[in-house]
């Protein structure tokens, strides 16, 4: 069974840095994109970026370059999103997905449980 | 400015057949965009639906059903129910550059 596993929920303060993660297991992690998905208060989703980690080829929404770093460790099935200086505005709720294939083109299937980024001074 | 367009909001009778869409702000949806649509209830992560257009997701009930109408993709639920009142994304490919953008989202009424 694949599942998804993310971090638990995270208050922190403007400018702080934070890395949250998203641990896998049930399928091979090399072999499938997993993607970081946004979801603010009240809102719609927002596809942030994605990640092979067989090479770590990563890419951004435009709206998330520079803003935020996704990575990978392969040794632990395990993906990651983090942020360098948090603002008000991240506060959100922050879902990995693993993208059904190799292919870039292949959509999310399945997902983890989220976690509740709350930023404020 | 969406580049996805979905309807905000629309509504079905239990029992009754409804059809979601999913177009581009700028030109048609085809196949080559992968178009899929995901479910999501207040306090739960999404459930995916359907993929490439029309593969229905595992475990999906076949009274949800994915094509393209026109110029759009569209998810088409019959025999609504009660507990299809959810939000409803979808999500379509844009290149290997901006990779993929959801749509605002619709949410259902069944009433």
């Known amino acids: 069974e694949v599942q998804l596993v993310q971090s638990g929920a995270e208050v922190k303060k403007p400018g702080e840095s934070l890395k949250i993660s998203c641990k896998t297991s049930?399928?091979?992690?090399?072999?499938?994109?997993i993607a970081w998905v946004r979801q603010m208060p009240g809102k719609g989703l927002d596809w942030m970026g994605i990640?092979?980690?067989?090479?770590?080829?990563?890419r951004y929404s435009p709206a998330f370059q520079g803003q935020v770093t996704i990575s990978a460790d392969k040794s632990i099935s395990t993906a990651y999103l983090q942020w360098s200086s948090l603002k008000a505005s991240d506060t959100a709720m922050y879902y990995c997905?693993?993208?059904?294939?190799?292919?870039?083109?292949?959509?999310?299937?399945?997902w983890g449980q989220g976690t509740l980024v709350t930023v404020s001074s | 400015q969406t580049v996805v367009t979905q309807e905000p909001s629309f509504s079905v009778s239990p029992g009754g057949t409804v059809t979601l869409t999913c177009g581009l702000r700028?030109?048609?949806?085809?196949?080559?965009?992968?178009p899929s649509w995901y479910q999501q209830t207040p306090g739960q992560p999404p459930r995916t639906l359907i993929y490439?257009?029309?593969i229905r997701s595992s475990g999906v009930p076949d009274r949800f059903s994915g094509s393209l109408l026109g110029n759009k993709a569209a998810l088409t639920i019959t025999g609504a129910q009660a507990d299809d009142e959810s939000d409803y994304y979808c999500v379509l490919y844009m290149g290997s550059d901006i990779a993929w953008v959801f749509g605002g989202g619709t949410k259902l009424t069944v009433l």
């Open positions: 490439s257009t029309n």
């Open positions: 997905a693993r993208h059904g294939g190799p292919q870039l083109w292949s959509a999310p299937d399945s």
């Open positions: 700028s030109g048609s949806v085809s196949t080559g965009y992968f």
């Open positions: 990640i092979y980690p067989g090479d770590s080829d990563t």
């Open positions: 049930g399928y091979s992690f090399t072999t499938y994109w």
